[in-house]
C-alpha cells in the first residue's frame, strides 16, 4: 500500500525509485508533496538495502513548478515566517546519490528541484527553465545559485531574466543534463544508472558525491585537500582492499559496504 497522496514510492533491488504524482497539475509542487518528498528520501537515506535513488515525473512533467494556486495569496509574513521554500535545501543533505529523470517540464520550483539531485538525465522532450520573472517573481529555490554554476552567467541570467525555457539539446551543450535518452528509455536508463552506482562500494559513493558538492562551496586548494583526506580515509575499508585485490586478481570485485 502507497502511503503517500503525491508520491509513488517503490524500490527496485538496491534502487529507490520516487515518481512524483500530481499528473492533473502537471506535478506542481506543493507543501505535501515537498514534505512527502523529503520523507521518502529520508526513508531511502536510512535504508542500509538502498545505494541509489530516482526521482521521476512521468512524460509530460517532471515538475512545472512551486504550486502557484497554493502560493498566491501568501503574503510575506507567511512566506517569510513558515520559510516555506527551506524544505528544499533538505534534498541537497541527503546523503546517497539522486538522479532526477527529467521528461517534460521542469520548470521553476520543478528545474530547482532537479538540480537539486546529482545527476539529470533528460528525455528528448525535456524543457528546463526558470519562468518565476512572468508572475512578478524571482527563483527561490536555488535557481540564481544552481543554474548559475551549472551553466555559468550568461545563460543562467537570460533564462531566469525572460524567463525563455531551453530544451534538451541545449540543455546538454550547456552542462546542466549529464546526457539525453529517448523520452521511453528515459525511466530505464536511470534506472541502469542508478543501479550500477549502487552496486558500487557505498562508502566511496557518498563520499565522491560529497567531495564533488564541497567543491561548490569552497575553494579549489580547500576542495583538494579535502578530497586527498577522503581518498585516504577509504583505504580503512575493507572495499578497498577487496577492490584492489580483484583489480590484481582479474576477478569481479564484491563489495560489502565495509
Ligand atoms: N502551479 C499550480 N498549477 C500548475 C502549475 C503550477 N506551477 N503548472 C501547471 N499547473 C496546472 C495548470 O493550472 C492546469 O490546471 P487546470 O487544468 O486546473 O487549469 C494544469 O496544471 C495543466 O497545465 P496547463 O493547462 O497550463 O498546461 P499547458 O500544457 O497548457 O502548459 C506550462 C504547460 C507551460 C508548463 C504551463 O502549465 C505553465 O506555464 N505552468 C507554470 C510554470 C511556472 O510558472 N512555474 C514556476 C512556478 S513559481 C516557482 O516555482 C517558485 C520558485 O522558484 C520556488
Known amino acids: 500500500e502507497n502511503p503517500y497522496e503525491t508520491l509513488l514510492v517503490t524500490r527496485q533491488g538496491k534502487v529507490g525509485l520516487i515518481t512524483l504524482n500530481r499528473p492533473h497539475a502537471l506535478n506542481a509542487l506543493n507543501t505535501l508533496l515537498i514534505s512527502e518528498l523529503n520523507r521518502a528520501l529520508k526513508g531511502f537515506e536510512t535504508d542500509p538495502g538502498i545505494g541509489a535513488i530516482v526521482i521521476t515525473g512521468n512524460e509530460k512533467a517532471f515538475a512545472a513548478g512551486v504550486d502557484i494556486k497554493e502560493m498566491h495569496t501568501k503574503t510575506f509574513v507567511e512566506a517569510y515566517g513558515s520559510d516555506f521554500l527551506a524544505p528544499f535545501d533538505k534534498i541537497g543533505n541527503i ?131 579535502f578530497e586527498r583526506g577522503q581518498f585516504y580515509s577509504l583505504f580503512a575499508t575493507e572495499d578497498q582492499k577487496e577492490g584492489m585485490a580483484a583489480f590484481i586478481d582479474k576477478r569481479k570485485p564484491e563489495f560489502k559496504n565495509r
Open 95 to 225: 546523503r546517497k546519490p539522486i538522479i532526477a529523470a527529467v521528461g517534460g517540464y521542469a520548470l521553476g520550483g520543478g528545474c530547482e528541484l532537479a538540480m537539486s539531485c546529482d545527476i539529470i538525465l533528460a528525455a528528448d522532450n525535456a524543457v528546463f527553465g526558470q519562468p518565476e520573472i512572468n508572475l512578478g517573481i524571482m527563483p527561490g529555490a536555488g535557481g540564481t545559485q544552481r543554474l548559475t554554476r551549472a551553466v555559468g552567467k550568461a545563460k543562467a541570467m537570460e533564462l531566469c531574466l525572460t524567463g525563455r525555457m531551453m530544451e534538451a539539446e541545449e540543455a546538454e551543450r550547456a552542462n546542466l543534463v549529464s546526457r539525453i535518452v529517448p523520452a521511453d528509455e528515459l525511466l530505464e536508463e536511470a534506472m541502469k544508472v542508478a543501479d550500477k552506482i549502487a552496486n558500487l562500494s557505498q562508502h566511496a559513493v557518498m563520499m565522491i558525491k560529497e567531495a564533488i558538492n564541497r567543491g561548490f562551496a569552497t575553494t579549489l586548494a580547500e576542495g583538494t585537500r
